[in-house]
């Protein structure tokens, strides 16, 4: 039998754009997958390398959330699940979350201006890097998303 996890911290903390929703929500954009089954938005799964799990523990920790952070892909990976439907269609029309959002995925409009950098700095964690290019014998420090 499996457990049950209740959804009701983890809408309550997306329910309003603070600093953490917000960071949590690029977060999302950049790693997140949503996960429609026959026609019905079901869950939000993020997964990660393992090197970055604490990165999902931090991510369960300021949602409240109960479910585990579950190592796969024979521990090369590690992978948060919101198995929420409720969760997961509030994402997707409050915030434009979409399935398949590397072909189509645009700025978040209804982001504050006050909280973009923490919308930015959640995308980043997920999907950005720092590095140093030496093109032509000189450094050059470069960022990217």
């Not at 997920?126 to 960022?143: A, F, M």
């Amino acid at each position: 039998m499996s457990r049950r996890y209740s959804d009701a911290n983890e809408i309550a903390f997306f329910d309003k754009l603070t600093p953490a929703s917000t960071y949590a929500l690029g977060l999302l954009y950049a790693d997140g997958c949503v996960k429609i089954t026959r026609g019905v938005c079901r869950a939000l799964h993020i997964l990660l390398k393992s090197t970055d799990r604490e990165t999902l523990d931090n991510l369960k920790l300021i949602t409240g959330s109960e479910r585990p952070v579950l190592t796969v892909r024979k521990g090369r990976a590690c992978e948060l699940c919101f198995n929420s439907s409720a969760l997961t269609q509030m994402c997707m029309t409050r915030y434009g979350l979409t399935q398949r959002k590397s072909l189509c995925c645009e700025w978040p409009e209804m982001i504050p201006s006050t909280l973009r950098s923490h919308f930015a700095r959640g995308y980043f964690d997920g999907d950005g890097h720092i590095s140093v290019r030496i093109p032509t014998g000189r450094v050059r420090p470069t960022l990217a998303m």
